[in-house]
């Protein structure tokens, strides 16, 4: 009996040490990963989820971290190598969230309905952005993001392999071409909103000249709004549909999409 209680300790010791590995780098993760790591979230309960994904991603991955903890300890390399893994992938899928922040921005600058309602809790943003954000983010999670999620953090077993330190001039390049790609579709995102606000001030320009008299900015003040917010109903569902297009994409391959 003393030689099974043995054995089952040792079997639980070797269990909870891969648990452990597996949620440092999905904890990591998660204080970055879209929708489960906004700031709105109580702590508490990312840390549920973290746990339940940490239950999801640990039977995938066990046979790849088993030699970290066959000797029944850890060594102290792997506690860095894993927060740094979990980060990286949060990093560059949390750029899609940064990337709806940005356009809600751009968009009520150019509509001037930026100090419009005002934000939310967390961090500061116009009420487009905020609007944005979140309608993204209810969509991406109402179409499966949790799964997809799931699937790559497993597969970054395979591009960060646990306990190494990920490559340096690999992380440089896939953050870099993040952004950039981050605010390419920000930018795409907002375009309609921009070229309408440069018609307007065009227009506004034209009619000023012809009649300066008439006291065009308060004239066309409530104009901007009605087309700002018309131009929201009209372009949100279509530029919410390719934002989540590409997130999918990225998520599907975090570690290919923009090499």
């Known amino acids: 009996m003393n030689a099974a209680l043995a054995e089952l300790l040792a079997f639980s010791t070797q269990s909870l ?60 390399q792997v506690l860095a190598t894993e927060v740094l893994a979990g980060l990286a992938l949060g990093a560059i899928l949390r750029i899609s969230v940064l990337a709806l922040q940005i356009a809600g921005t751009i968009a009520a600058q150019a509509t001037s309905l930026a100090q419009l309602f005002g934000g939310g809790a967390g961090e500061p943003q116009p009420a487009i952005g905020l609007l944005m954000t979140w309608g993204g983010l209810a969509l991406a999670v109402s179409l499966g993001l949790h799964v997809t999620l799931a699937g790559a953090l497993i597969g970054s077993y395979d591009a960060m392999p646990a306990g190494q330190f990920p490559g340096a001039e690999s992380i440089r390049q896939w953050g870099v ?33 012809a009649m300066p008299q008439l006291m065009v900015a308060f004239v066309g003040a409530p104009a901007l709004t009605a087309g700002g917010l018309l131009l929201l109903v009209l372009c949100i569902p279509a530029g ?14 975090p570690f290919e999409a923009w090499r």
Do not use: K, Q
């Not at 997130?247 to 599907?252: D, F, G, K, N, Q």
């Open 177 to 209: 071409g993040g952004v950039a790609h981050g605010f390419a579709l920000a930018f795409t995102l907002a375009a309609p909103f921009v070229l309408a606000g440069l018609v307007y001030n065009v227009a506004l320009g034209a009619i000023n000249r």
């Open 240 to 253: 919410l549909a390719l934002w989540h297009n590409d997130l999918s994409a990225l998520v599907a391959n």
């Open 17 to 76: 040490l891969a648990g452990f590995i597996v949620f440092l780098r999905v904890g990591a993760a998660m204080a970055l990963l879209p929708a489960f790591g906004e700031t709105a979230i109580p702590a508490r309960v990312r840390l549920v989820v973290a746990l339940a994904f940490t239950l999801v991603v640990l039977p995938a991955v066990r046979a790849s971290i088993a030699p970290l903890h066959a000797a029944g300890s850890l060594p102290g």
